[in-house]
T-cell receptor, first 112, second 113 residues
Framework: AQTVTQSQPEMSVQEAETVTLSCTYD???????LFWYKQPPSRQMILVIR??????QNATENRFSVNFQKAAKSFSLKISDSQLGDTAMYFC?????????FGTGTSLTVIP | ETGVTQSPTHLIKTRGQQVTLRCSSQ?????VSWYQQALGQGPQFIFQ???????GRGNFPPRFSGLQFPNYSSELNVNALELDDSALYLC????????????FGSGTRLTVV
């Protein structure tokens, strides 16, 4: 079975500062993909960043980067230079086959 | 390129009734997945349709059923609604069941009273 755990229900960060969201997961697979999705009040899940498990290099996407520790099954998201538009729910997810497994989310508030 | 469109956006139903939710997939996508997101939770996989056939199902009872049409749009049907079916229902489309390239819609908020 696949599980994804996000232990921080809520977080806040000052505008322009850096924040890190934590995620751990469990899977018996060796090849899998990990994702961070953002869900603003509009409710649409928006892909933030993706990591292939077979790649050792951490993925980056502009202000967003991950710290992928495969042995520890840890996949944290770092947001640099936080902006007001980053305020949203953030979900960590793992995909196995055709099915996403999502964590319970972290509500991030960026404070002006 | 159009995104994923879901209708209706909000819906209120009475316990025991039946409901149909609709999803238009993104142009060029042939796979549609449905997820249920209860309040304060992450989305849970209901099932996936690929080229009009069910291609995997999560831990949901048979009263949750679906269809995919030749144009790759999809419907989610829920019979005998229960209070616990109240949730946001998300549709996601992709090309060939890929491990990336999923596009989500904005969901249908279903309230069962």
């Amino acid at each position: 079975a696949q599980t994804v755990t996000q232990s921080q229900p809520e977080m806040s960060v000052q505008e322009a500062e850096t924040v890190t969201l934590s995620c751990t997961y469990d899977t018996s697979e060796n090849n899998y993909y990990l994702f961070w999705y953002k869900q603003p009040p509009s409710r649409q899940m928006i892909l933030v960043i993706r990591q292939e498990a077979y790649k050792q290099q951490n993925a980056t996407e502009n202000r967003f980067s991950v710290n992928f520790q495969k042995a520890a099954k840890s996949f944290s998201l770092k947001i640099s230079d936080s902006q007001l538009g980053d305020t949203a729910m953030y979900f960590c997810a793992l995909i196995r086959g055709n099915q996403f497994y999502f964590g319970t989310g972290t509500s991030l508030t960026v404070i002006p | 390129e159009t995104g994923v469109t879901q209708s209706p956006t909000h819906l209120i139903k009475t316990r025991g009734q039946q409901v149909t939710l609709r999803c238009s997939s993104q142009s060029g996508h042939n796979t549609v997945s449905w997820y249920q997101q209860a309040l304060g939770q992450g989305p849970q996989f209901i099932f996936q349709y690929y080229r009009e056939e069910e291609n995997g199902r999560g831990n949901f009872p048979p009263r949750f059923s679906g269809l995919q049409f030749p144009n790759y749009s999809s419907e989610l049907n829920v019979n005998a609604l229960e209070l616990d079916d109240s949730a946001l229902y998300l549709c996601a489309s992709s090309w060939n069941r890929g491990n990336y390239g999923y596009t989500f819609g904005s969901g249908t908020r279903l309230t069962v009273v």
